[in-house]
């Protein structure tokens, strides 16, 4: 069993930046991807970024340009900074960890993110 842990969220003005981090308490090594998700109010969990175990990394169009997500193999971390945010992205974002190309076998607690002036 792995934990993964999200710290960083908060409330950040339209244009600002965050960095928000998971934390896993095992290897992220031994995953095929680690990735972040969100999900705002009403609407379903969606991918914001992705990486695999091999580096490569995936955004959507939403947030393409604006976020960059990397790892830290040594200390089992993966970040997403967030830049030039917008109200849109207002959302609870979770840490992902999947063992095979579909699918998401551990998430975190979620972390809010919240943007507004």
């Known amino acids: 069993q792995v934990q993964l842990v999200e710290s960083g969220g908060g409330l950040v003005q339209p244009g600002g930046s965050l960095r928000l981090s998971c934390a896993a308490s095992?290897?992220?090594?031994?995953?095929?991807?680690m990735a972040w998700y969100r999900q705002a109010p009403g609407k379903e969990r969606e991918l914001v970024a992705l990486?695999?175990?091999?580096?490569?990394?995936y955004y959507p169009n939403s947030v393409k340009g604006r976020f960059t997500i990397s790892r830290d193999n040594a200390k089992n971390t993966v970040d997403v900074q967030m830049n030039s945010l917008k109200p849109e992205d207002t959302a609870v974002y979770y840490c992902?960890?999947?063992?095979?190309?579909?699918?998401?076998?551990?998430w975190g607690q979620g972390t809010q993110v919240t943007v507004s002036s």
């Open positions: 992902g960890a999947s063992r095979r190309r579909v699918g998401v076998d551990y």
């Open positions: 095992g290897s992220i090594l031994s995953f095929y991807a």
């Open positions: 990486i695999s175990s091999g580096g490569t990394t």
